[in-house]
Nanobody, 125 residues
Framework: VQLQASGGGLVQAGDSLRLSCAASGGTFGNYVMGWFRQAPGKVREFVAGITWSGASRYSTDSVKGRFTISRDNAKNTVYLQMNSLKPEDTAVYYC???????????????????WGQGTQVTVSS
């Protein structure tokens, strides 16, 4: 599975961005999809995840109410809608695909097998 993330950019605090991650080379609908981010000097952290059907979604506390993950299996694409962006959201954002795990969304990087190249999100104050 190849993943291509896009949609990052430089925005001001309070603005919105929508990240996209297009998948190819596999059966997209089988995979749990996740978004992670990594700020300079920090470890890569889980942001949000969604099961293959979209029935289960989870996002980390720091983005709840601001970020929404969704997927379109017909387009082999997962999205991350980011609203009310803050300077602390600045990071490289990665999408990832992992094996199905029922209704469970896993938070660790080791739970995901395939990774996109990352897209930079910079939020100025």
């Amino acid at each position: 599975v190849q993943l291509q993330a896009s949609g990052g950019g430089l925005v001001q605090a309070g603005d919105s961005l929508r990240l996209s991650c297009a998948a190819s080379g596999g059966t997209f609908g089988n995979y749990v999809m996740g978004w992670f981010r990594q700020a300079p000097g920090k470890v890569r952290e889980f942001v949000a995840g969604i099961t293959w059907s979209g029935a289960s979604r989870y996002s980390t506390d720091s983005v709840k109410g601001r970020f929404t993950i969704s997927r379109d299996n017909a387009k082999n694409t997962v999205y991350l809608q980011m609203n009310s962006l803050k300077p602390e959201d600045t990071a490289v954002y990665y999408c990832a695909a992992g094996p199905p795990s029922g209704p469970i969304i896993r938070f660790t990087t080791s739970s995901y097998d395939y990774w996109g190249q990352g897209t930079q999100v910079t939020v100025s104050s």
